[in-house]
T-cell receptor, first 110, second 110 residues
Framework: ETGVTQSPTHLIKTRGQQVTLRCSSQ?????VSWYQQALGQGPQFIFQYYREEENGRGNFPPRFSGLQFPNYSSELNVNALELDDSALYLC?????????FGPGTRLTVL | QKEVEQNSGPLSVPEGAIASLNCTYSDRGSQSFFWYRQYSGKSPELIMFIYSNGDKEDGRFTAQLNKASQYVSLLIRDSQPSDSATYLC??????????FGTGTRLQVFP
C-alpha cells in the first residue's frame, strides 16, 4: 500500500467533454505529480503541485489543469477531451527519497 | 534520441535464472534513478531507487548505476513466474518529475 488513492477507477467520456480526476495522498506529502500513461508507453509527466502551487509542467496543453488542496488531495481536470486522451492517469506522491503511485484512473474517450 | 531508452522485449528467462534489464538515459544532470514494476492493468510499483554509482542490493534485486556511461540496470536473481511484468526505468533530477522509458516486458517461464 502506497497510501495514495485515486477516484474513479474507470471513466468513459465522449469527445469534447470535460473530466475531473481525483487523488488523495498521505499526510505530510506536500508534492503531488500527475502522469499520463498511454497503452504500451511509459508514464509521461503532466504537472506537479507543491503546497498548492504548480511547480513544473510537462509537454501538455493548457486544457490539462490541476489543483492541490490543503488536505493533501489533488485534482486533474481535462477540458475538450480528445480521443488521444484515452489513457491511464496516475497520481504520485513524493517523499524525500522516492515517488509512489496511486492505483490510477483509466479514462476512455469515445 | 529518446531521453530514457529501454529494450521493449520480451525478455524471456527460465525460472531460477538471472534476469538483466538495461536502461540508458540522455540527461547528464540526472541524479535519481528508479525501477518500477508494472503488471498488466495495474499502476507502477516501486522496486528500487539508486542515486550513487555502483550497486545497490535489496533481496533478489540489484540495481547498478554508471553515470559516466549514462547506464542503469536491474538484475533479478532467482527469477520467478510472478516476476513476469513490465519493468519501467525512470530518471530524474529529484524524486519527482520523472522521465520514464517505455518499459521492458519480462517473461519468466517455469
Amino acid at each position: 500500500e502506497t497510501g495514495v488513492t485515486q477516484s474513479p477507477t474507470h471513466l468513459i467520456k465522449t469527445r469534447g467533454q470535460q473530466v475531473t480526476l481525483r487523488c488523495s495522498s498521505q499526510s505530510g506529502h506536500n508534492t503531488v505529480s500527475w502522469y499520463q500513461q498511454a497503452l504500451g508507453q511509459g508514464p509521461q509527466f503532466i504537472f506537479q503541485y507543491y503546497r498548492e502551487e504548480e511547480n513544473g509542467r510537462g509537454n501538455f496543453p493548457p486544457r490539462f489543469s490541476g489543483l492541490q488542496f490543503p488536505n493533501y488531495s489533488s485534482e486533474l481536470n481535462v477540458n475538450a477531451l480528445e480521443l488521444d486522451d484515452s489513457a491511464l492517469y496516475l497520481c504520485a506522491s513524493s517523499t524525500e527519497d522516492t515517488q509512489y503511485f496511486g492505483p490510477g484512473t483509466r479514462l476512455t474517450v469515445l | 534520441q529518446k531521453e530514457v531508452e529501454q529494450n521493449s522485449g520480451p525478455l524471456s528467462v527460465p525460472e531460477g535464472a538471472i534476469a538483466s534489464l538495461n536502461c540508458t538515459y540522455s540527461d547528464r544532470g540526472s541524479q535519481s534513478f528508479f525501477w518500477y514494476r508494472q503488471y498488466s492493468g495495474k499502476s507502477p510499483e516501486l522496486i528500487m531507487f539508486i542515486y550513487s554509482n555502483g550497486d545497490k542490493e535489496d533481496g533478489r534485486f540489484t540495481a547498478q548505476l554508471n553515470k559516466a556511461s549514462q547506464y542503469v540496470s536491474l538484475l533479478i536473481r532467482d527469477s520467478q513466474p510472478s516476476d513476469s511484468a513490465t519493468y519501467l526505468c525512470a530518471v530524474g533530477r529529484g524524486t519527482d518529475k520523472l522521465i520514464f522509458g517505455t518499459g521492458t516486458r519480462l517473461q519468466v517461464f517455469p
